[in-house]
């Protein structure tokens, strides 16, 4: 796929799947508008994938944990580019103790996984419905299918990405723009989430995928009009054959092992 005067909007993209997402769209000759937080060297990296694939980058920093940031970043994209593909990537989560969490640490997983991915969504339609294919790709989790204690509010978080993106998709049935929920398994996609993985123990490795290849499968199937993307095998086993009941205690074991192991 090769576009012109189109763009593709990354959230979250400079490190991570997100970062993998921009490797891939660059690869398959897509002009790509990247998107992440001050102070992680986008300019070097969008300077680098527009010289090593020939395509058009464009990058924007901000919070986007910021109601009004996301705004300024709809508005500016939305003043000066043709959008096709909007990813939205940005995210965070963690686990830790619900006692132990902070009223900004609860705040910015809402804020970040709910609130921008929705607006910014938005606030892109009209742009997104003005060309003749659009796409839009929201990242969810394999945790938005069940409960974990020690994460709790993350789980949540991806639960509403999961049923906003199945209900948006529904709704813009016959018009021009296809929406996908993608939900990732545990992905090594830092030297932190590998060290934490590591410590939930053979469990969470099962089933793991390469980032990399994790970006071009999903794409691949967005491309094809698939409404729900799960890549990992096992985690869809799991999720089928493990009924509520287990699935909670047994997640959240596993994840008690990370902070107390």
Do not use: C
Request: hydrophobic share 45%; no cysteine.
């Amino acid at each position: 796929m090769t576009t012109t005067n189109q763009y593709a909007i990354v959230t979250g993209a400079s490190r991570g799947l997100g970062k993998e997402y921009v490797s891939e769209l660059a690869r398959r000759g897509i002009n790509i508008i990247l998107v992440s937080l001050p102070g992680e060297e986008l300019d070097v990296f969008s300077l680098e994938i527009s010289l090593r694939y020939s395509v058009k980058t464009h990058y924007y920093e901000t919070d986007l944990s910021v109601n009004k940031n996301v705004l300024d970043l709809a508005d500016w994209v939305n003043q000066h580019f043709e959008v096709f593909l909007l990813i939205n990537n940005a995210g965070t989560g963690g686990s830790r103790a619900f006692l132990q969490a902070s009223a900004q640490y609860i705040t910015t997983i809402i804020q970040l996984n709910i609130m921008a991915t929705s607006v910014l969504t938005r606030q892109l339609l009209p742009n997104l419905i003005r060309q003749p294919q659009a796409y839009i790709l929201n990242v969810s989790s394999m945790a938005a299918f069940f409960p974990i204690g020690f994460k709790t509010v993350y789980p949540a978080s991806k639960s509403f990405v999961y049923s906003f993106s199945r209900g948006l998709n529904e709704e813009l049935s016959g018009t021009n723009v296809f929406v996908s929920v993608v939900n990732p398994g545990p992905l090594k996609t830092s030297l932190e989430i590998a060290a934490r993985i590591d410590k939930q123990g053979l469990f969470a490795k099962l089933g793991l995928i390469e980032p990399h290849t994790f970006a071009q499968k999903s794409m691949d199937k967005l491309f094809q009009k698939y409404a729900v993307i799960v890549l990992n095998p096992f985690s869809l086993l799991f999720l089928r054959l493990i009924p509520s009941r287990v699935r909670v205690p047994l997640m959240t074991n596993v994840i008690k092992r990370e902070l107390y192991v």
